[in-house]
């Protein structure tokens, strides 16, 4: 159990479209969901705590008004990235804790590779 | 706030070797402990963790990590690897009960070498 999906797994667009990413809890309820981009090389950079039926929490130097999130429901995240840039361009994962029963424990999809050109 | 410091940013070891990749971390408070291992294009996978109560903790892939608090450290190990642990591996921290944000060290890339 504990299997959580990201859609798509890669995506390529021109600089100035928007994209979004879909984050889905398969077997499992998820009031929580995290956003985060990682660099080439690098480690995991927490951009964003989503929470079911509220505004997301995001992290210092993150832009709110790029990065739009979305949560739903128990079960799905999104991510739109607004007027995306070549710099944007990154792998981004989502992770979901359990609204009950998982404790601390995250679980991750496995990752969109965004380009933009 | 809680940081995490994984010493080596490579590590080279010849299969059937043993390895340890080492995780240093700072916290006023108590924290759990994690180990994940990403390989390329991929998300990240639980190794194991440490919460509570025996400070040798097992995980997957015969994998294991020892957590010391005097030492502030929670270093993980493999007796023999193969090729097919090679990838990255991020050492994690959150503060104790009632907290899930999740701070990651920079990641130690294993390669194991045939």
């Known amino acids: 159990g504990a299997v959580v999906s990201q859609h798509p797994s890669w995506v390529i667009c021109k600089s100035g479209t928007s994209v979004k990413i879909e984050c889905r809890s398969l077997?499992?309820?998820?009031?929580?969901m995290f956003w985060y981009r990682q660099f080439p090389k690098q480690s995991l950079m927490l951009m964003a705590t989503?929470?079911?039926?509220?505004?997301?929490?995001?992290e210092q130097g993150v832009e709110k008004d790029k990065f739009l999130i979305n949560h739903a429901s128990l079960t799905l995240s999104t991510l739109t990235v607004t007027s995306a840039h070549p710099e944007d361009s990154s792998f981004y994962i989502c992770?979901?804790?359990?609204?009950?029963?998982?404790?601390?424990?995250?679980?991750f999809g496995p990752g969109t590779r965004l380009t933009v050109l | 706030a809680q940081s995490v410091t994984q010493l080596d940013s490579q590590v080279p070891v010849f299969e059937e070797a043993p390895v340890e990749l080492r995780c240093n971390y700072s916290?006023?408070?108590?924290?759990?402990l994690f180990w994940y291992v990403q390989y390329p294009n991929q998300g990240l996978q639980l190794l194991l963790k440490?919460?509570?109560?025996?400070?040798l903790v097992k995980g997957i892939n015969g994998f294991e990590a020892e957590f010391n608090k005097s030492q502030t450290s929670f270093h993980l190990r493999k007796p023999s690897v193969h090729i097919s642990d090679t990838a990255e591996y991020f050492c994690?921290?959150?503060?104790?009960?009632?907290?899930?944000?999740?701070?990651f060290g920079k990641g130690t890339k294993l390669s194991v070498i045939p």
């Open positions: 992770s979901a804790r359990k609204s009950s029963g998982g404790g601390n424990e995250q679980f």
């Open positions: 077997d499992f309820q998820a009031t929580t």
């Open positions: 989503s929470n079911e039926g509220s505004k997301a929490t995001y």
């Open positions: 916290s006023s408070v108590s924290v759990y």
């Open positions: 440490y919460l509570s109560g025996s400070t």
């Open positions: 994690a921290v959150t503060k104790g009960a009632g907290s899930y944000q999740l701070t």
